[in-house]
């Protein structure tokens, strides 16, 4: 991926790596979560998975350091001494993302070159580290002008900004850039399947909320069937990467039947702002004077 991008641009870009957490390799009694997604395995026509073990972080950095991007960026923790040095030795920019004013100063501390500041309004997983998520859920308006303060290297606003008056805000609020995800993710040339974009363009987007029901880690999505049927157990499933694994081939599934009840919907909660249209377009727009 990273010798395509370099065929098809002269601009720096990122790959991003999750930062595993302690204990994520610990073993899980897959039994009763197996029994928990039963149902729903049989609904979708699907064999319950068998999880098989992630790439280790260590391989996955030897891999991305051979492949040497522009920059590479974390998320979910601070990166280990040994990778930062490595990733800089070889003129790697590295990026780190932080959830609170405190994850900032640490990530800033462990020497990383910029900060994303990810503000609890974002789609997806945004990886609070030092405190519980539940802890960590400052809205990024209250954020980035912190962070501004807390730290001197760059800070790029993330969470609820999809259009040009927000990236004007997140710019007055002092930030030096601006990262978007569900704007992106709305655009005719992103991955999402069309179950997930047609959603996003729905008045179900108006409705996110906080889970970690796909994947073990809470992330916010579309509020859906599965969320619904399923919230009374929030507090029981695995952690990631087990949930994540369990989940795969329901969501996969679901995707290609079309099915938005068993999708997980990520989207921030600025997804009403989208539009489905080019890439180009939506750029162009976010960077007008
Ligand atoms: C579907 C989806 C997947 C994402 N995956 C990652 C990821 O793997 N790593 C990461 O650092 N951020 C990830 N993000 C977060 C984005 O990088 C970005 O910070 C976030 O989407 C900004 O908030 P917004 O969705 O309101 O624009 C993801 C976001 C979405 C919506």
Do not use: C
Request: charged share 20%.
């Amino acid at each position: 991926m990273v010798r395509d991008l370099r065929g098809a641009t002269s601009r720096p870009f990122a790959v991003n790596l999750w930062v595993p957490h302690d204990g994520e390799d610990d073993p899980v009694d897959l039994a009763p979560h197996l029994a928990r997604l039963e149902p729903f395995y049989r609904r979708l026509g699907v064999e319950p998975p068998r999880p098989a073990a992630l790439p280790k972080f260590a391989d996955q950095v030897d891999a991305l350091l051979a492949a040497a991007p522009p920059v590479i960026s974390f998320v979910m923790g601070v990166p280990p001494r040994w990778v930062l040095e490595s990733a800089h030795a070889k003129g790697i920019a590295v990026i780190g993302t932080a959830t609170t004013v405190d994850e900032a100063v640490a990530l800033e501390q462990a020497g990383v070159d910029a900060v994303v500041a990810s503000g609890s309004d974002a789609g997806g997983h945004r990886g609070a580290f030092l405190r519980p998520v539940e802890q960590s859920l400052v809205g990024t308006f209250s954020l980035v002008p912190q962070v501004v303060d807390a730290v001197r290297v760059p800070v790029i606003a993330a969470g609820g900004i999809a259009d040009r008056r927000g990236v004007r805000a997140a710019l007055a609020l002092g930030a030096d850039a601006v990262q978007i995800g569900t704007g992106f993710l709305a655009t005719r040339e992103s991955n999402a399947s069309d179950v997930h974009k047609a959603m996003l363009h729905s008045d179900a987007a108006k409705v996110t909320v906080l889970t970690r029901l796909f994947s073990g880690r809470t992330a916010r999505g579309i509020r859906n069937g599965l969320i619904r049927e399923l919230a009374a157990h929030e507090g029981e499933v695995p952690p990631y990467p087990v949930q994540n694994a369990l989940m795969r081939p329901l969501r996969k599934a679901a995707a290609e039947q079309g099915l938005a009840d068993y999708v997980s919907l990520w989207a921030g909660q600025a997804a009403p702002l989208t539009e489905p249209r080019a890439a180009r377009e939506y750029f162009a727009e976010l960077v007008r004077p």
